[in-house]
């Protein structure tokens, strides 16, 4: 089995959305989600951001069959087509989950502004759970598009787009998430707002197989995230 550093193991019954390099953790993906549903327990759950890897601007989208984007890595697929896993309704936005909350967490996914109130992601913050970052780099925390969604600042980018829903063509809303939603910030700005928590004192760092591993407590990591981008768009 696997063995995560310590300061980087989640509590039984801890919801945990997990991200990572299997290059850099050097296992199998299907070996590291066992080894983290074992520490999780019956009682926990473990969740990946999946978006969707889309065959043409055309292709329909089913949450039941919609593979993961590649760019999320493998974790975030084999995540996805574990047995029993769950998967949110957002084509875009999507999240999947194993575990005893994995249906409140992927429940009822807004189909606008995916990422704000009523998302997995806000629920992963009121559920007080946590960020785990494998060999990751600290730019691919998907929470802090959450945290970009709250931030009360002006002249936010927004994204229109359609998708092939099950009910027919479907226009989104979001906030841009695919550049910084902001003018003002650099592309990998998310990387500055982990380091600048790490350095305050939030998360803990480890080393787990090659990798360099982060766990964040979500809601912590949220709010301290809130407050970087607020402060810095004010000045």
Known sequence: MLGLGRGVTPRTGTIVMAHASMHAVGCDAR??????????????????????????????????????????????ETIRAWPGALRSAHPDAGVAAIGAKAAWLVADHPLHYGYGPGSPFDKLVRGGGKVLL??????????????????????????HYERNMPSGRVSFEEFDTADPVHASFADDYFAAIARDHLAAGGGATATV?????????AAPLHAFAVAWIERRVRR
Do not use: Q
């Open 31 to 76: 070996d590291l989600v066992a080894a983290l549903l074992d520490v999780l327990g019956p009682e926990g759950t473990l969740a990946a951001y999946v978006d969707w890897e889309m065959e043409s601007d055309d292709a329909p989208f089913d949450a039941a069959t919609a593979r993961a984007a590649r760019s999320n890595g493998v974790l975030a």
């Open 134 to 159: 494998l060999g990751a780099p600290l730019d691919t925390i998907t929470l802090l598009h959450h945290s970009e969604h709250v931030a009360a600042i002006p002249d936010k980018r927004i994204a």
């Open 209 to 217: 197989g090659g990798a360099t591993a982060y766990l964040f407590d």
